[in-house]
C-alpha cells in the first residue's frame, strides 16, 4: 500500500483535483442544484397540459383570511383522469408544497400569465362533495372563518389501506320498515303523526320536539329515520356524546337491523372512522349517527337532519371558527330541502326562537299527559303515605308542646301570633322559605315544625326585645332566651 492511502492519512489536494477543495466544492453543489432546478422547470414546462377543462381552481389548506379563495393551477394531461373536483391535491404555493381541494375544473383562468402544473393528485376519491362544499363557505362566513378550518372538521384524514378497499353493500330492509308506517310511539304529540307522514312522503317539515319526561328518546328518533328512508333519503342524527350515540345505535339496530346506519365518532378510531366515512360518502350508508363531525357528513339525498340536546354545550366545537351543531344541520336542512328536528327533554332559547318566529312546528305533549309522566319528589322526602297531612310524606308528627310565652311572636297562650313569617334554616348561612304564614291559633305551626322535624332544620323566629334579639327555634342549635342571635341578618324572621 502507497503512503497516501495509508489508514488514517487523507490525500493532499492537488492541481490535477481542485474539486476536493472546501470552497470548489460549495461552489460545484450550488452549481449541480442550479442545474437541476433548471430541468425540472423545463420539464414542467414541456408537460402537456389536459386539452379538456385545462384549469384546476383549488382551495388550498391554509389558515389565513386574506387567502380564503380558489387559486388557478393547469391541469397535466397525465392526471385530467384523477383530477376530478372534491379530490385531495398537492400544488406548489408560496415555494412549498401545500395541500388542498380541488374544487373544480374550467375552461380558462383570468391570469393572463402561465400557470403552476397541479404536483400530483393525492387520491383519486372525490372526498369533498359539492353540497358538504358550499355547507363550509356557508358556515365559514357565518361565524366569521376560513373554509381550510371547517373542512378539518368536514373531512376526517385519509387512510390509503382503507381507501383501496372497496365499500359494502346495504342489505335489504326488513319488512318492518316497508310496512305502513307505525306512529304508537309519537301517540301522544298531537301533530306527531303529520310530521312524520310528511316525512315518510318526501317532504321537508320542520319542528322542535320538547319530549316528555322518560320518554324512549332513541327509538322515537330511530322511527323518524326509518320514515325517511321509506321515501329513499338519508338521515343524519347528532347527539352530543357517545353514550348517547350508543343508544341511538341499539334503537337503530334493533329497527332497521345492522348494516344499515354508521356511527361517526372520534372513539371509533382512525380507520373504522374513515371505513364509515367513505361507506356514506360511496352511498352504501344512508344513515348517520354521530356528534359534530356527523353534521358535515356528505350523504346522498339528505331527507332528515337531527340534533338532539341542542343546549347541551359538548355541541359546540372548542376550535375556530366554533360552529354550532344545530346551526350547521339548519343552514343544511334550508340548503338541501331536508326536514329538520330539534329535540329534548328542554328547550333551548334558540329552539324556542324557532317555535315563535314560526320556522319550525311544536311537538309537545299535552299538559296534563307531562304532568302524569311528573313524579315530584323534594330532596330527603319519604314516599307520600295516605292520611299525612303535612306536605313531606312520612308518619304522622306527634304533638308538640306550645312555644314558652316569652318567645319572640307567641302569644299569651305560647301560640304564634296570625301572620307570623316563618323561615327555615337547614344549615347556618342557608335560608328556606317555609311557604305561607302561621294561622289563626298557631295551627300553621304544626306543619312547620314537621318540616323542620324531617329535615333538621332549624326553625328561627325573631323579635327585638329590650334592644336584643330573642329567638324560639325547633331542633338542634337553637339560642338561649335573651342571648345575642348569631344568625346572619337575611336569615331573621320579621314579624
Not at 140 to 157: I, K
Not at 162 to 176: D, G, I, M, Y
Not at 268 to 286: K, N
Request: aromatic residues 4%.
Amino acid at each position: 500500500m502507497s503512503e497516501t492511502g495509508r489508514a488514517g492519512e487523507s490525500p493532499a489536494p492537488s492541481e490535477e483535483q481542485p474539486e476536493l477543495l472546501p470552497g470548489m466544492v460549495r461552489h460545484t453543489v450550488k452549481q449541480s442544484q442550479a442545474k437541476a432546478r433548471a430541468t425540472r422547470a423545463r420539464k414542467v414546462a414541456e408537460q402537456a397540459i389536459s386539452a379538456e377543462l385545462p384549469v384546476a381552481r383549488v382551495l388550498v389548506d391554509v389558515a389565513l383570511a386574506h387567502l380564503d379563495r380558489t387559486f388557478d393551477y393547469a391541469v397535466p394531461e397525465s392526471m385530467a383522469d384523477d383530477a376530478q373536483p372534491g379530490v385531495r391535491v398537492k400544488v406548489r404555493f408560496a415555494g412549498h408544497d401545500v395541500d388542498g381541494f380541488l374544487l373544480e375544473r374550467a375552461e380558462a383562468s383570468d391570469h393572463a400569465g402561465r400557470l403552476a402544473p397541479l404536483r400530483r393528485v393525492v387520491s383519486p376519491e372525490p372526498v369533498l362533495t359539492p353540497a358538504v362544499a358550499a355547507l363550509a363557505s356557508e358556515v365559514a362566513e357565518r361565524y366569521a372563518g376560513v373554509r381550510s378550518d371547517v373542512l378539518r372538521l368536514a373531512v376526517p384524514p385519509r387512510h390509503a389501506t382503507t381507501e383501496k378497499q372497496p365499500s359494502p353493500a346495504e342489505p335489504a330492509l326488513p319488512p318492518s320498515a316497508t310496512a305502513p308506517l307505525d306512529t304508537g310511539a309519537w301517540a301522544d304529540y298531537p301533530h306527531a303523526t303529520p310530521f312524520l307522514t310528511h316525512l315518510a312522503e318526501g317532504r321537508a317539515p320542520r319542528a322542535v320536539w320538547s319530549a316528555a319526561p322518560g320518554e324512549d328518546w332513541p327509538a322515537m328518533l330511530a322511527q323518524a329515520a326509518a320514515a325517511a328512508l321509506r321515501h329513499g333519503r338519508s338521515a343524519i342524527l347528532c347527539v352530543p356524546d357517545g353514550k348517547d350515540a350508543a343508544r341511538l345505535d341499539a334503537a337503530l339496530t334493533d329497527l332497521l337491523g345492522a348494516d344499515h346506519h354508521v356511527v361517526l365518532t372520534a372513539d371509533s378510531g382512525p380507520t373504522a372512522r374513515y371505513r364509515d366515512f367513505l361507506a356514506v360518502l360511496r352511498g352504501t350508508r344512508r344513515i348517520v349517527v354521530g356528534s359534530r363531525a356527523a353534521a358535515f357528513a356528505p350523504v346522498t339525498d339528505l331527507g332528515l337532519a337531527v340534533v338532539w340536546d341542542d343546549g347541551d354545550d359538548l355541541h359546540a366545537e372548542p376550535r375556530a371558527p366554533y360552529p354550532h351543531t344545530r346551526e350547521v344541520l339548519l343552514l343544511r336542512g334550508a340548503r338541501e330541502d331536508a326536514a329538520v328536528l330539534v329535540g329534548g327533554f328542554s328547550r333551548s332559547v334558540e329552539a324556542d326562537h324557532l317555535v315563535r318566529t314560526g320556522w319550525a312546528h311544536e311537538l309537545a305533549p299535552p299538559r296534563d299527559r307531562a304532568r302524569q309522566r311528573c313524579e315530584r319528589r323534594r330532596p330527603g322526602a319519604r314516599p307520600q303515605r295516605a292520611g299525612c297531612p303535612h306536605p313531606q310524606g312520612g308518619p304522622r308528627p306527634p304533638a308538640r308542646r306550645p312555644l314558652p310565652r316569652s318567645r319572640a311572636g307567641a302569644d299569651p297562650a305560647g301560640r304564634l301570633r296570625p301572620g307570623t313569617r316563618l323561615r327555615a334554616l337547614s344549615h347556618a348561612g342557608a335560608v328556606r322559605h317555609v311557604p305561607g304564614t302561621a294561622g289563626a291559633g298557631g295551627r300553621h305551626l304544626a306543619a312547620c315544625m314537621s318540616l323542620v322535624r324531617h329535615q333538621r332544620p332549624r326553625l328561627v323566629l325573631l323579635g327585638v326585645r329590650r334592644g336584643r334579639l330573642a329567638s324560639a327555634g325547633a331542633g338542634r342549635g337553637t339560642h338561649r332566651r335573651g342571648a345575642r342571635s348569631r344568625v346572619p341578618v337575611h336569615a331573621r324572621a320579621h314579624l
